[in-house]
Nanobody, 125 residues
């Protein structure tokens, strides 16, 4: 099974940028759908951005045009470039993968089997 480790979180002022990384180990060849989720205090975990094996991407409406998901298959690393950050982006961010062979056709939390430990992003106004 795949192991996921996030990094790159931190504290920034509104309008700033951060790039999150998610290093995947194990046999990653059959993991066709990966994504980033976030969870703010007192709120449910929500999907932010997703990418499939063909490079197709999907974004939650509030981050469209500001966040970019990408992957480097040679490094087995998933990225989330976050620009024009807002205080409402403050949350714990998690990298996740669906089960092997599953595509990005079901994007709710329960459909993702593998999770990283999370990395905190704090945006101050």
């Amino acid at each position: 099974q795949v192991q996921l480790v996030e990094s790159g979180g931190g504290s920034v002022q509104a309008g700033g940028s951060l790039r999150l990384s998610c290093a995947a180990s194990g046999n990653t060849d059959t993991y066709y759908c990966m994504g980033w989720f976030r969870q703010a205090p007192g709120k449910e975990r929500e999907g932010v951005a997703f990418i499939d094996r063909y490079g197709s991407t999907r974004y939650e409406d509030s981050v469209k045009g500001r966040f970019t998901i990408s992957e480097d298959n040679a490094k087995n690393t998933l990225y989330l470039q976050m620009n024009s950050l807002k205080p409402e982006d403050t949350a714990m961010y998690y990298c996740a993968a669906r089960r092997p062979g599953a595509y990005c056709d079901r994007l709710w939390v329960s459909e993702f089997r593998y999770w990283g430990q999370g990395t905190q992003v704090t945006v101050s106004s």
